[in-house]
């Protein structure tokens, strides 16, 4: 399954974003999808994630200010990034597989991977 994301760039903080993922193939209504982010010389954290059953994860960090929603007859999934800070500046990346409950927000239970895409908010 090749995993797309599109819709970083360059903004001012509070200004609001929307990233897209799209998938190539099969129902992304039977994955669960995530996005993580990373900032050089750091490690990948987990940004959100909406599972197969509807149930939707945040990181702390970006909760009340990020929403995951997903749109099953295009097979993409979207994060609605509000309110954004410059320390959301980072390289955006999605990813889907079937995860364990208890890996949700764990990097490794993913295995489809997109490219990522840049996200930088200047203050």
């Known amino acids: 399954v090749q995993v797309v994301e599109s819709g970083g760039g360059v903004a001012e903080t509070g200004e609001s974003l929307t990233l897209s993922c799209a998938t190539s193939?099969?129902?992304?209504?039977?994955?669960?999808m995530a996005w993580f982010r990373q900032v050089p010389g750091k490690a990948r954290e987990f940004v959100a994630a909406?599972?197969?059953?509807?149930?939707?994860y945040y990181a702390d960090s970006v909760k009340g200010r990020f929403a995951i929603s997903r749109d099953n007859n295009r097979n993409t999934v979207y994060l609605q990034m509000r309110a954004r800070k410059p320390e959301d500046t980072a390289v955006y990346s999605c990813?889907?597989?079937?995860?364990?409950?208890?890996?949700?927000?764990?990097?490794?239970?993913?295995?489809?991977w997109g490219q990522g895409t840049q996200v930088t908010v200047s203050s």
């Open positions: 909406r599972r197969r059953d509807g149930h939707l």
């Open positions: 990813a889907a597989g079937t995860v364990i409950l208890s890996h949700t927000r764990d990097e490794t239970g993913y295995y489809n």
């Open positions: 193939e099969g129902s992304i209504s039977r994955r669960d």
